[in-house]
Antibody, heavy 126, light 113 residues
Framework: QLQLQESGPGLVKPSETLSLTCTVS??????????WGWIRQPPGKVLEWIGS???????YYNPSLQSRVTISVDTSKNQFSLKLRSVTAADTAIYYC??????????????????WGQGTPVTVSS | DIVMTQSPDSLAVSLGERAAINCKSS????????????LAWYQRKPGQPPKLLIS???SRESGVPDRFSGSGSGTDFTLTISSLQAEDVAVYYC?????????FGGGTKVEIK
Protein backbone atom coordinates (compact mmCIF):
# COMPACT_ATOMS: atom_id res chain seq x y z
CA GLN A 1 0.00 0.00 0.00
CA LEU A 2 1.41 3.35 -1.05
CA GLN A 3 2.34 5.62 1.83
CA LEU A 4 3.80 9.11 1.90
CA GLN A 5 5.40 10.77 4.93
CA GLU A 6 6.50 14.37 5.28
CA SER A 7 9.46 15.35 7.42
CA GLY A 8 11.20 18.58 8.28
CA PRO A 9 11.34 21.43 10.79
CA GLY A 10 8.07 22.58 12.29
CA LEU A 11 9.35 26.09 12.94
CA VAL A 12 11.04 28.40 10.45
CA LYS A 13 12.15 31.98 10.98
CA PRO A 14 10.85 34.76 8.73
CA SER A 15 12.98 35.38 5.61
CA GLU A 16 14.55 31.92 5.86
CA THR A 17 13.94 28.82 3.73
CA LEU A 18 11.34 26.20 4.54
CA SER A 19 12.61 22.71 3.65
CA LEU A 20 10.49 19.56 3.69
CA THR A 21 11.04 16.03 2.42
CA CYS A 22 8.46 13.43 1.44
CA THR A 23 9.41 9.77 1.65
CA VAL A 24 7.39 7.38 -0.48
CA SER A 25 7.01 3.74 0.54
CA UNK A 26 5.02 0.84 -0.85
CA UNK A 27 5.69 1.83 -4.43
CA UNK A 28 8.26 3.35 -6.74
CA UNK A 29 8.31 7.03 -7.65
CA UNK A 30 9.52 6.06 -11.10
CA UNK A 31 6.08 4.86 -12.19
CA UNK A 32 5.41 6.73 -15.39
CA UNK A 33 1.74 7.49 -14.83
CA UNK A 34 2.06 9.79 -11.87
CA UNK A 35 3.51 13.05 -10.64
CA TRP A 36 4.42 13.92 -7.06
CA GLY A 37 3.75 17.18 -5.36
CA TRP A 38 3.01 19.47 -2.46
CA ILE A 39 -0.19 21.08 -1.22
CA ARG A 40 -0.65 23.33 1.79
CA GLN A 41 -3.49 24.67 3.91
CA PRO A 42 -2.95 27.82 5.98
CA PRO A 43 -5.15 28.10 9.09
CA GLY A 44 -8.71 28.93 8.08
CA LYS A 45 -7.85 29.08 4.40
CA VAL A 46 -8.27 26.98 1.28
CA LEU A 47 -6.07 24.09 0.21
CA GLU A 48 -3.45 25.37 -2.23
CA TRP A 49 -1.42 23.37 -4.73
CA ILE A 50 2.23 24.42 -4.48
CA GLY A 51 3.85 22.44 -7.26
CA SER A 52 4.63 19.06 -8.74
CA UNK A 53 7.50 16.99 -10.10
CA UNK A 54 7.85 14.02 -12.41
CA UNK A 55 10.37 11.30 -11.61
CA UNK A 56 12.51 12.60 -14.48
CA UNK A 57 12.80 15.95 -12.70
CA UNK A 58 10.33 18.04 -14.73
CA UNK A 59 8.63 20.53 -12.47
CA TYR A 60 5.45 22.61 -12.49
CA TYR A 61 4.71 25.33 -9.97
CA ASN A 62 1.74 27.41 -8.92
CA PRO A 63 2.37 30.86 -10.43
CA SER A 64 1.49 32.43 -7.08
CA LEU A 65 4.56 30.79 -5.51
CA GLN A 66 6.79 30.10 -8.51
CA SER A 67 9.40 32.73 -7.70
CA ARG A 68 10.10 31.19 -4.27
CA VAL A 69 9.63 27.43 -4.78
CA THR A 70 11.91 24.60 -5.79
CA ILE A 71 10.83 20.96 -5.84
CA SER A 72 13.41 18.25 -6.42
CA VAL A 73 13.41 14.46 -6.57
CA ASP A 74 15.80 11.70 -5.49
CA THR A 75 14.50 8.49 -7.02
CA SER A 76 17.33 6.44 -5.45
CA LYS A 77 15.85 7.28 -2.04
CA ASN A 78 12.23 7.38 -3.25
CA GLN A 79 11.99 10.92 -1.92
CA PHE A 80 11.09 14.36 -3.16
CA SER A 81 11.63 17.67 -1.48
CA LEU A 82 10.21 21.17 -1.19
CA LYS A 83 12.12 24.39 -0.64
CA LEU A 84 10.23 27.63 -0.10
CA ARG A 85 12.43 30.69 0.18
CA SER A 86 11.93 34.00 1.96
CA VAL A 87 9.06 32.79 4.11
CA THR A 88 6.68 35.03 6.00
CA ALA A 89 3.88 34.39 8.49
CA ALA A 90 1.57 33.87 5.50
CA ASP A 91 3.45 30.64 4.77
CA THR A 92 2.35 29.12 8.09
CA ALA A 93 0.31 26.09 7.10
CA ILE A 94 -0.09 22.35 7.15
CA TYR A 95 2.02 21.02 4.30
CA TYR A 96 1.01 17.81 2.55
CA CYS A 97 2.87 15.73 0.02
CA UNK A 98 0.82 13.70 -2.43
CA UNK A 99 0.78 11.53 -5.51
CA UNK A 100 -0.81 13.31 -8.43
CA UNK A 101 -2.82 11.99 -11.34
CA UNK A 102 -1.91 14.22 -14.30
CA UNK A 103 -4.60 15.29 -16.74
CA UNK A 104 -3.70 17.16 -19.92
CA UNK A 105 -6.26 19.39 -21.60
CA UNK A 106 -5.54 22.02 -24.25
CA UNK A 107 -1.83 21.34 -23.68
CA UNK A 108 -2.02 22.27 -19.98
CA UNK A 109 -1.35 19.71 -17.24
CA UNK A 110 -3.50 19.72 -14.16
CA UNK A 111 -3.98 17.13 -11.45
CA UNK A 112 -6.12 15.44 -8.93
CA UNK A 113 -4.53 13.90 -5.84
CA UNK A 114 -5.00 10.20 -5.13
CA UNK A 115 -2.68 9.56 -2.16
CA TRP A 116 -1.73 12.03 0.56
CA GLY A 117 0.76 12.14 3.39
CA GLN A 118 -0.45 12.82 6.92
CA GLY A 119 0.59 16.44 6.66
CA THR A 120 3.10 18.37 8.73
CA PRO A 121 2.46 21.72 10.40
CA VAL A 122 4.97 24.47 9.72
CA THR A 123 4.95 27.73 11.63
CA VAL A 124 6.85 30.78 10.47
CA SER A 125 7.82 32.82 13.49
CA SER A 126 10.86 34.41 15.05
CA ASP B 1 -7.62 30.80 -11.59
CA ILE B 2 -10.92 28.94 -11.34
CA VAL B 3 -12.61 29.73 -8.02
CA MET B 4 -14.47 26.88 -6.35
CA THR B 5 -17.26 27.84 -3.94
CA GLN B 6 -18.85 25.30 -1.64
CA SER B 7 -22.10 25.52 0.27
CA PRO B 8 -23.06 25.24 3.01
CA ASP B 9 -19.98 25.81 5.16
CA SER B 10 -21.33 23.20 7.55
CA LEU B 11 -24.35 20.99 7.99
CA ALA B 12 -25.70 18.71 10.69
CA VAL B 13 -27.63 15.65 9.57
CA SER B 14 -29.27 12.86 11.55
CA LEU B 15 -27.84 9.37 11.24
CA GLY B 16 -29.38 7.60 8.27
CA GLU B 17 -30.52 10.82 6.65
CA ARG B 18 -29.29 12.36 3.40
CA ALA B 19 -26.55 14.98 3.23
CA ALA B 20 -25.93 17.12 0.17
CA ILE B 21 -22.93 19.37 -0.43
CA ASN B 22 -22.81 21.86 -3.27
CA CYS B 23 -19.83 23.04 -5.26
CA LYS B 24 -19.85 25.78 -7.86
CA SER B 25 -16.98 26.68 -10.19
CA SER B 26 -16.37 30.18 -11.54
CA UNK B 27 -16.13 28.75 -15.06
CA UNK B 28 -17.06 25.50 -16.68
CA UNK B 29 -15.02 22.40 -15.91
CA UNK B 30 -16.82 20.39 -18.58
CA UNK B 31 -14.87 19.48 -21.68
CA UNK B 32 -17.68 19.14 -24.16
CA UNK B 33 -15.77 17.03 -26.70
CA UNK B 34 -15.40 14.21 -24.16
CA UNK B 35 -18.42 15.12 -22.05
CA UNK B 36 -16.19 14.82 -18.97
CA UNK B 37 -16.27 17.08 -15.95
CA UNK B 38 -12.83 17.65 -14.46
CA LEU B 39 -13.94 17.66 -10.82
CA ALA B 40 -12.94 15.64 -7.76
CA TRP B 41 -14.30 15.29 -4.22
CA TYR B 42 -12.24 14.59 -1.10
CA GLN B 43 -13.06 13.63 2.48
CA ARG B 44 -10.90 14.69 5.40
CA LYS B 45 -11.65 13.05 8.71
CA PRO B 46 -10.30 14.59 11.92
CA GLY B 47 -6.58 13.96 12.26
CA GLN B 48 -6.30 12.41 8.82
CA PRO B 49 -5.20 13.68 5.40
CA PRO B 50 -7.70 14.22 2.61
CA LYS B 51 -8.89 11.08 0.87
CA LEU B 52 -9.97 11.02 -2.77
CA LEU B 53 -13.61 9.91 -2.96
CA ILE B 54 -14.72 10.78 -6.46
CA SER B 55 -13.07 11.85 -9.70
CA UNK B 56 -14.60 12.94 -13.00
CA UNK B 57 -17.49 14.37 -10.97
CA UNK B 58 -19.22 11.03 -10.46
CA SER B 59 -16.70 8.17 -10.56
CA ARG B 60 -16.21 6.65 -7.12
CA GLU B 61 -12.74 5.47 -6.16
CA SER B 62 -12.24 1.82 -5.33
CA GLY B 63 -13.43 1.03 -1.81
CA VAL B 64 -15.61 4.12 -1.42
CA PRO B 65 -19.07 3.12 -0.12
CA ASP B 66 -21.87 3.49 -2.63
CA ARG B 67 -23.75 5.82 -0.30
CA PHE B 68 -21.42 8.49 -1.67
CA SER B 69 -22.38 9.83 -5.08
CA GLY B 70 -21.36 12.79 -7.20
CA SER B 71 -23.51 14.58 -9.71
CA GLY B 72 -23.68 17.77 -11.75
CA SER B 73 -22.08 19.20 -14.83
CA GLY B 74 -20.54 22.38 -16.14
CA THR B 75 -20.30 24.69 -13.14
CA ASP B 76 -22.63 23.13 -10.55
CA PHE B 77 -21.92 19.92 -8.68
CA THR B 78 -23.25 18.00 -5.69
CA LEU B 79 -21.79 15.38 -3.40
CA THR B 80 -24.57 13.33 -1.79
CA ILE B 81 -24.30 10.98 1.14
CA SER B 82 -27.48 8.96 0.87
CA SER B 83 -27.60 7.65 4.44
CA LEU B 84 -25.21 9.37 6.82
CA GLN B 85 -23.11 7.11 9.03
CA ALA B 86 -21.13 8.13 12.10
CA GLU B 87 -17.86 7.49 10.26
CA ASP B 88 -18.82 10.07 7.61
CA VAL B 89 -18.20 12.98 10.00
CA ALA B 90 -15.56 14.93 8.10
CA VAL B 91 -14.82 17.99 6.02
CA TYR B 92 -15.51 17.53 2.31
CA TYR B 93 -13.73 19.43 -0.46
CA CYS B 94 -14.28 19.78 -4.17
CA UNK B 95 -11.41 20.41 -6.57
CA UNK B 96 -11.20 21.24 -10.26
CA UNK B 97 -8.48 19.92 -12.52
CA UNK B 98 -9.82 21.42 -15.76
CA UNK B 99 -6.92 23.80 -15.85
CA UNK B 100 -3.82 24.76 -13.91
CA UNK B 101 -3.45 25.63 -11.14
CA UNK B 102 -5.80 23.01 -9.72
CA UNK B 103 -8.00 24.72 -7.13
CA PHE B 104 -10.06 23.60 -4.16
CA GLY B 105 -13.29 24.69 -2.55
CA GLY B 106 -13.27 25.97 0.99
CA GLY B 107 -14.72 22.79 2.47
CA THR B 108 -18.01 21.73 4.04
CA LYS B 109 -18.05 20.29 7.55
CA VAL B 110 -20.54 17.46 8.04
CA GLU B 111 -21.65 16.63 11.57
CA ILE B 112 -24.23 14.43 13.24
CA LYS B 113 -27.39 16.14 14.42
Amino acid sequence: QLQLQESGPGLVKPSETLSLTCTVSGGSMSVTSYYWGWIRQPPGKVLEWIGSIYYSGSTYYNPSLQSRVTISVDTSKNQFSLKLRSVTAADTAIYYCARLDPITLFGVVSYFFDHWGQGTPVTVSS
Amino acid sequence: DIVMTQSPDSLAVSLGERAAINCKSSQTVLYSSSNKNFLAWYQRKPGQPPKLLISWASSRESGVPDRFSGSGSGTDFTLTISSLQAEDVAVYYCQQYYTSPPTFGGGTKVEIK
